[in-house]
């Protein structure tokens, strides 16, 4: 059920994402610089609205945001009756933008942040939610290795490679895993503190509840945290995590990495952590993914 906690932080997320953009082109226009600087800025700090996700009540209410955001941007065009869209495109359209009439980056962002919020806020009644932070990680990297890869490999980017059309740079790639490793600690920090995987937290009524039905289920539970260490499991994933977003990002073809990167990503670490971690899934009676 909605509550008045949901409805505020749905505000404060509104309020957060068009003043990321509003300074971002305040910002441009003081500097004098290209509409690229705002797109940068909404492409770093727009999608860090996923840090108030813990604080919904209603997790399945969550995913309207990036729909409503999405429409929003797709009647963004050049061509739009509505003066304020038009605006909005000159703030964030590249060259190529003008041809097809949509600026499909930002687009494609929003996107991922909505099929990713979505399988997890929404099926089985929100039983995945805890296993968030496996999103949120793909998504971060997406914001920051991304976003900075193309800066760092159009300045200081000298040893260049092409895939499927696409050319990127090595200095581009190591600054994708570099990000998306700093993003993975950021990430597995941040919301393990509101008791999401990697924390312990979610493990605990769990235990007590199985305590009470004579089910002495410790000795197992420690069992399992000494065979495969959450610490050990974190930093396996946060360095595999990291090397898989660097080449996904390089083999994915041009403008298509705000999809391919968290969209590939995101499933594969929750399958390690299902590997890695299948006694998580079984104390939180998450239904099986095999």
């Known amino acids: ?19 990321v953009i509003g300074i971002g082109e305040l910002l441009r226009r003081w500097r004098g610089l290209e509409p690229e600087f705002t797109r940068k800025v909404i492409h770093f700090f727009a999608g860090d609205a996923i840090i108030f996700c813990p604080f919904f009540d209603t997790p399945q209410i969550i995913p309207l945001i990036p ?13 739009s009756p509505v003066k304020a869209l038009r605006s909005m495109f000159e703030v964030m359209a590249r060259e190529e933008d003008y041809a097809t009439g949509h600026i499909y980056g930002p687009l494609y962002y929003i996107i991922s942040i909505g099929i990713i919020v979505s399988v997890f806020a929404i099926p089985f009644n929100a039983s995945y939610w805890p296993l968030f932070t496996l999103g949120a990680f793909p998504l971060f990297a997406m914001f920051y290795g991304d976003g900075l890869a193309a800066i760092v ?38 919301y393990s503190f509101f008791g999401f995987w990697p924390s312990m937290n979610m493990l605990t009524s769990r235990i007590i509840t199985l305590s009470l039905l004579g089910i002495s289920p410790l000795w197992l539970l420690a069992l399992f945290l000494a065979a495969t260490p959450v610490q050990v499991v974190v930093l396996l994933l946060a360095l595999i995590g990291s090397l898989l977003a660097s080449l996904i990002e390089g083999v994915s ?30 104390f939180l009676s998450l239904p099986a993914l095999l």
């Open 67 to 79: 729909l409503t955001l999405a429409l929003l941007i797709f009647f963004t065009t050049p061509k």
């Open 153 to 190: 490999g159009k300045r200081w980017g000298k040893r260049k490679y092409t895939l499927r059309g696409s050319t990127r740079s090595i200095e581009g790639s190591l600054t994708v895993f570099a990000m998306s490793l700093l993003s993975a600690i950021i990430a597995f920090l941040y």
């Open 1 to 19: 059920m909605l509550t008045l906690k949901d409805i505020l932080v749905l505000a404060v997320v509104y309020v957060y994402v068009f003043s």
């Open 253 to 282: 073809p041009s403008g298509l990495d705000n999809l391919t990167l968290p969209l590939i990503l995101t499933p594969i670490m929750v399958f390690l952590v299902y590997l890695l971690m299948p006694w998580y899934f079984t």
